[in-house]
């Protein structure tokens, strides 16, 4: 049997590359030329009122991309989300209508919406993490089942009667002049790093996402980090689908949307590897920036919506070319 040696050459590091600087910057650079150019063709879109309105409305993906971020860690995806956010707002906004639609209602609809997330990302950690199924099968599987709910158990139309300080506090409240679902992110944002930096579990996540093997040979319990994963990303799908609902004032069971894939997209513009161990919540924060940059400023332009599926598609595909290409480098 062949044997190949190799040589280590002990050192000082050697400084970035032009290439490896401008990738770290790709993103910021990127949403400030898309911020410049849609403004030349629509002035509104600089305007201070709409950069708040891009913040608020990245502040929703930007949840959902955190979510993501954490399953696609470990080499997974939860295709399940966007129905999961429908759900989660049906069933609180029942929830919070049958308990009279008063203040006091409004902890017993976000438990149930809550608890309704945990029981689906229960479910999708149990089988991939317990089973060893593919995360791919498993949350599709998931996504039709919750999608079927969503719909019978609100009949196909929305839930109204929600109570009012649901949406004053969750959506419309303000300190310093930032709308509260910002603060509310930025919260999420900060404990999210720290669960993936300064914890065992959040380590545990990236070794099991960069090498699974290495994984058990260095004694981390895969299973229960795995079905932890899932279930941490349904509660913060659950988070997402509430401030949501308090937006919109209505339980919706098609709010989910196309939610699913922009997650994904915005973690994957962000530079969160699908094939894991790399990535991070900053990353994810950044290309939720990016995407509503670009789907905000496609619709003050008038940019038909077909034509901005086939936009995030490409988006997609030229961010994972990118991401190949320099992990091979």
């Not at 530079?271 to 920036?289: F, P």
Request: charged letters at 5%.
């Amino acid at each position: 049997m062949n044997q190949t040696s190799t040589t280590i050459t002990a050192g000082a590091p050697s400084k970035p590359s032009y290439m490896e600087m401008l990738l770290a910057i790709r993103l910021p650079l990127a949403i400030v030329v898309t911020l410049v150019l849609f403004g030349l063709f629509e002035p509104r879109i600089l305007s201070p009122g709409n950069l708040l309105n891009v913040a608020v409305q990245a502040s929703y993906l930007a949840i959902f991309a955190m979510a993501q971020t954490v399953v696609i860690l470990t080499r997974g995806f939860d295709l399940s989300l966007g129905f999961t956010v429908s759900l989660v707002s049906v069933v609180a906004s029942m929830a919070m209508v049958a308990m009279g639609g008063g203040d006091a209602s409004i902890v017993f609809g976000i438990g149930a919406g809550v608890l309704v997330a945990f029981l689906i990302g229960l479910a999708n950690g149990l089988i991939i993490a317990g089973i060893g199924v593919n995360p791919l099968v498993v949350t599709l599987g998931m996504a039709n089942i919750v999608m079927a709910f969503a719909s019978t158990v609100s009949g196909g139309f929305p839930v109204t009667g929600l109570p009012p300080n649901f949406t004053v506090i969750f959506a419309q409240a303000e300190f310093l002049s930032i709308p509260a679902p910002i603060w509310i992110t930025g919260l999420i944002f900060f404990l999210l790093l720290l669960t993936l930096k300064a914890t065992r579990f959040g380590r545990s996540l990236y070794i099991i996402g960069a090498n699974p093997k290495a994984a058990v040979a260095a004694g981390i319990r895969t299973m229960p980090v795995l079905t932890a994963a899932y279930v941490l990303c349904a509660g913060l799908t659950a988070l997402g689908a509430l401030l949501l609902t308090a937006r919109t004032s209505s339980g919706e069971p098609t709010l989910g949307g196309n939610l699913t894939l922009e997650a994904i997209a915005a973690a994957v513009v962000g530079g969160v590897r699908l094939s894991g161990g790399e990535g991070g919540v900053g990353a994810a924060l950044l290309g939720a920036l990016f995407i509503t940059v670009l789907s905000n400023g496609m619709n003050l332009v008038h940019i038909d919506g077909y034509i901005q599926q086939i936009c995030l598609g490409v988006i997609i595909i030229v961010s994972l070319i990118v991401s190949h290409d320099h992990v091979r480098r």
